[in-house]
């Protein structure tokens, strides 16, 4: 049998491996990533799909750990290429649908739900659905009953004794499996490796969000989380029952999310206690709680819309108290703490994880995942789900828990793995590099993405040149654009010098001899880029047309 990894290793984000075994293949989650600040532009990104496009007649079938966007937000894009049946959860097919339907593409698969504990033959191996816990209900971690035996991959999973809805992660199922017929190779959620201790259990979000509730009444309360916690919302709908408070939400993913919730019975609330977000004004502002997205800073979302005073539906006012149930994801710490100022610039008091445990993690520290490594005493183990330092540590850990050194693989995207009787071994390599979205897919790549950084942070020159090549000579002054580089209406002497400058380099070239249009563009390129770097030590774009009449 076989792994090939296609994202996540590397990064958080694009979560995807292929279980193969006699040939056909199993893909497990297809996700996506949100853009990094360097890359200007890009809506998100795909793992590379090609291996999986090349051998779309051998997959067999997708199977979902749960329904974080980072595991299922590809699907969109891959349906386009292959069509297969897709397991996970019916929360999990639920929430992986909503994007799949904007593309309209839910007719090229079939979406099986799985329980929990539930084991079918997919392909060539059972594959059986092992409850977990995490930050969004019934995510599972997954076994591949495979002929070179149990591969377990963890999923996204922290072990929360007292979870919200009382489903825990299958401990006792798990080390039945260690026990007999033992677990070969374990695959493990890398993203908190380097935290000591055990993460926090979400029930212990729920007492604080109810203490502080209690201790602010006649103010309006505004609760911004991931649209897709679902315990988080039920803990917050709980502190604002027992508030005396009805709730309404604000945003579309989370107004969509906690129906389809509703629907299925995983989240509850008293009848009559959800409201119209259009209606909250017709209650005392001490009897309302709004649930909010944009707990990332997400430049469009209700929340950063409230704190620049442009949301159509609240404007915050001095006895609104906003809390920010969430922990910025690495990168977003500066959008969310211009949203904090924002807030607080509009009177509003502020609450986020900084001060108060109004957030816990959906990932498992080092105790959960020693705890994890010392249930299942694998055979092999390849750290997953992580930046690539998440990577080192988690695979130190698993040294320092038994697993022969030998037996520890360090894989990063695009890694292929072979079990054998003898045990772990690398098998070579696929493409594994990132697919960037901007409207349309694959066709920004890394010189577009260079070019926009360039732009961005030292502008564009733009010369534009007349010659005439029979007479070897420049025709009107060259014409100087610029942006981003000087203020051109301020810079007007600047811009003719360099105009100079171009046409004296032209002439020069010419008097030697050049006739070709690229041979002279690139004498303009050559001789304003330095001019601009000597006159103001900045290195711009510079963008030479000539035209030869
Ligand atoms: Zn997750
Ligand atoms: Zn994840």
Redesign the pocket.
């Known amino acids: 049998m076989r792994v090939v990894f296609l994202g996540g290793l590397g990064e958080i984000g694009r979560n995807c491996a292929c279980i193969e075994v006699d040939g056909r293949i199993l893909v497990l989650d297809c996700g996506i990533m949100f853009p990094d600040p360097d890359m200007p532009g890009v809506d998100l990104v795909l793992p590379d799909f090609s291996y999986l496009r090349e051998h779309a007649d051998r997959v067999d079938g997708i199977v979902l750990t749960?329904g974080?966007e980072?595991?299922t937000g590809g699907l969109a894009y891959l349906l386009r290429d292959l069509s297969a049946p897709i397991y996970g959860s019916a929360l999990t097919l639920g929430l992986a649908r909503n994007r799949i339907d904007e593309a309209g593409l839910s007719d090229r698969a079939t979406f099986v739900p799985v329980a929990d504990g539930e084991r079918i033959t997919i392909g060539p191996c059972d594959v059986e659905f092992i409850p977990v816990t995490?930050?969004?209900p019934h995510?599972m971690a997954i076994a591949f009953h495979t002929p070179q035996g149990i591969v377990l991959h963890s999923g996204?999973f922290k072990i929360d004794l007292e979870p919200v809805d009382g489903r825990r992660t299958d401990l006792a199922h798990i080390g039945a499996l260690a026990s007999s017929p033992g677990i070969r190779l374990l695959l493990s959620d890398s993203t908190n490796a380097e935290e000591p201790g055990f993460t926090l259990s979400e029930s212990t979000v729920g007492h604080t969000l109810r203490r502080l509730f209690m201790a602010r009444p006649g103010k309006r309360l505004i609760v911004a989380c991931f649209a897709s916690h679902i315990h988080r919302i039920q803990q917050i709908v709980d502190a604002a029952v027992a508030s005396g408070r009805h709730v309404a939400t604000i945003g579309r993913s989370m107004a969509k999310n906690i129906e389809l919730a509703h629907s299925m019975g995983l989240l509850t609330f008293p009848d009559g206690m959800l409201v119209d977000i259009d209606d909250i004004d017709k209650l005392p502002i001490g009897e309302v709680c709004v649930i909010s997205t944009g707990s990332q800073g997400e430049p469009m979302s209700a929340l950063s819309l409230m704190a620049t005073g442009d949301n159509r539906r609240i404007k915050i006012e001095r006895d609104d108290v906003v809390i920010i149930s969430a922990h910025p994801i690495p990168g977003n710490e500066w959008s969310v703490g211009r949203v904090i100022d924002d807030l607080h610039r509009r009177g509003a008091e502020v609450i986020h994880s900084g001060a108060e445990q109004v957030h816990t993690s959906?990932h498992a520290r080092q105790g959960e995942l020693r705890t994890l490594l010392a249930l299942t005493k694998p055979d092999a183990f390849i750290p997953v789900h992580g930046e690539y330092r998440h990577l080192v540590h988690h695979a130190a850990l698993a040294t320092s828990m038994g697993v022969p050194p030998g037996q520890v693989l360090l894989c990063e995207d695009g890694d292929a793995v072979r079990l054998e009787a003898d045990g772990l071994h690398r098998d070579g390599a696929v493409p594994g590099g990132y697919l960037y979205v901007d409207g349309t897919v694959g066709d920004v790549g890394h010189g577009v993405l260079r070019d926009r950084r360039a732009l961005a942070e030292e502008g564009v020159v733009m010369v534009v040149a007349t010659v005439d090549l029979h007479l070897g000579q420049v025709g009107h002054p060259p014409q100087i654009f610029t942006r981003g580089w000087v203020h051109a209406p301020e810079a007007e002497d600047l811009l003719e010098e360099a105009s100079a400058v171009v046409a004296t380099a032209i002439e020069k070239a010419m008097a030697d001899g050049a006739r070709d249009v690229e041979v002279l563009s690139s004498h303009v390129r050559k001789s304003l880029g330095k001019f601009v770097g000597d006159r103001t030590h900045r290195r711009p774009m510079i963008v030479p047309v000539v035209l030869a009449v």
Do not use: L, N, T
């Open positions: 749960h974080h980072d595991h995490h930050s969004v995510a996204d959906g």
